[in-house]
């Protein structure tokens, strides 16, 4: 019995990792979820859009910059819970 305890305790950080990523995916799949329901994300001030007769370019920098910002966050509240 002792020795199926030892091998138990031994999984506690991959079960750790394990729901952290699930209820990341989570919280991914919420957000692409309700993404399109959001009319400001891709079309904040500063995106930058060029259109012409035959062709259009669009390229949401700072929408870009605002999810790096909010997902460097949210990863390193992710490893400082994993190192304790």
Request: hydrophobic share 55%.
């Amino acid at each position: 019995m002792s020795e199926w305890g030892a091998e138990m305790s031994g999984l506690d950080p991959l079960g750790r990792i394990l729901v952290i990523i699930g209820g990341t995916l989570l919280l991914l799949g919420l957000v692409l979820i309700l993404a399109g329901r959001i009319s400001w994300v891709g079309r904040l001030p500063g995106d930058i859009r060029i259109e012409g007769e035959h062709f259009s370019f669009y390229f949401p920098i700072v929408t870009c910059v605002l999810l790096s910002i909010l997902l460097t966050l949210i990863l390193n509240l992710i490893a400082r819970i994993l190192r304790r």
